[in-house]
């Protein structure tokens, strides 16, 4: 399976894994699991600015192109430290295609198909229903394209003036 890494570190410091650390974890893993790593991507801190998201950026770029099957990362941490924004991002690399895999044997059941934490599963839950309202809305035709046919006959749009116009037509439209 062709993959893609992705990586970074945090601005503060802290307590987060140095980026050679992850690389290194992420070349163990691909080894181990017989994963061929087509690219690294990585957002890099600078100081006195803030994080960029140019690595993330290539990576859905290489994802777009088809060039990998999955991304490869060294705990679904390196996304965010914020768990929803971890699911929005979660979110859209399954939805552009692509499996999400993770060194960190803890991120199993997060990366599952229904994890243990209601957050997690609230958010899922939500990002599927607009999923299913934006398909749902490009399945159908365009009620301002189409013209008036047997299916538009169930559709009534009534029109209301702005106050402005009815006072200019003395209240009477």
């Known amino acids: 399976m062709r993959v893609v890494a992705y990586l970074r570190e945090s601005i503060e410091g802290g307590e987060d894994r140095p980026a050679f ?4 974890d992420i070349r163990r893993h691909a080894a181990a699991q017989g994963l061929d790593v087509v ?3 990585q957002d890099v801190p600078r100081p006195g600015l803030s994080l960029g998201c140019e690595g993330y950026r290539s990576l859905v770029g290489i994802i777009r192109s088809g060039n990998a099957d999955a991304v490869l990362l060294p705990g679904v941490d ?4 914020d768990l929803v924004v971890q699911e929005i991002m979660l979110w859209d690399l399954r939805a552009r295609g692509a499996r999400v895999l993770s060194t960190d044997a803890a991120d199993v059941e997060v990366l599952g198909p229904v994890p243990a934490d209601a957050t997690r599963r609230f958010v899922r839950d939500v990002l599927a229903r607009v999923a299913e309202y934006r398909e749902a809305l490009a399945a159908g035709p ?6 008036p046919g047997p299916a538009d006959e169930r559709v009534v749009i009534h029109l209301v003036p702005s106050a402005e116009e009815a006072a ?3 209240g009477v439209i």
């Open 21 to 24: 650390a992850q690389q290194e």
């Open 39 to 41: 690219a690294i991507c």
């Open 78 to 81: 390196t996304l965010s430290a």
């Open 142 to 147: 365009s009620l301002l394209s189409a013209g």
């Open 168 to 170: 200019n037509a003395g």
